[in-house]
């Protein structure tokens, strides 16, 4: 009898086990932007940054972001990314912000502008928002062969976009631009006290 469980102790042993080790268990999209249009782009590294607005309707704790990002050749993965959660575009209180590596969600694609576009993943660390409206920044996107990259428009995202261009002077300019794809994912946390 020594070392031998029953089937229905390996079952639950098993159960238990599975929910543990599942980290995207019980997420939700908390707001979604709309997939890539193949409409146009904005650039997001070698000094310029991209912002879009996201509104979450109760208090949420953030996980992860879903974005859809343009470079050239299908062996050029997007790598790295900088992102900030702030109340103002360019501006305001940050809420959050990382260099994160990033995650291929799926193979990439050929747009109509010839380059390639990967839909890509990143997590955030647990990031606690009451409700309100904010904005998802990105910069400084790294390439494997270090080259430009895109920040991929939405063709029905609702979002206010912002897009800064950092001129040869170190000068940017702020411009309203067309919303870009992206998602983000969490949790609902109503209960929670801010």
Sequence with gaps: MCGRKSPLAVLIVLAIGSLVSTP????????DNG???DVGYFHVN???VVTNSFALSDAAEITNMVLTIYDVDDRNAPEYLKW???TEPFGGTVKGSGFVRLSKLQSPYLTKFLFFAWRMGFDVPNLALPPGTYYLQIQDVVTTW??????????DGGSAGYYEAIAE???GRISPVASESFSVAGQWTPQRAY
Excluded: H, R
Aim: hydrophobic share 40%; net charge negative.
């Design 46 to 48: 070698f000094g310029s």
């Design 24 to 31: 995207a268990f019980g997420q939700t999209t908390l707001y």
């Design 146 to 155: 270090d080259t430009w990259a895109f920040w991929a428009e939405s063709a």
């Design 84 to 86: 900030t959660i702030t």
């Design 169 to 171: 002077n170190g000068a």
């Design 35 to 37: 997939p890539d249009g």
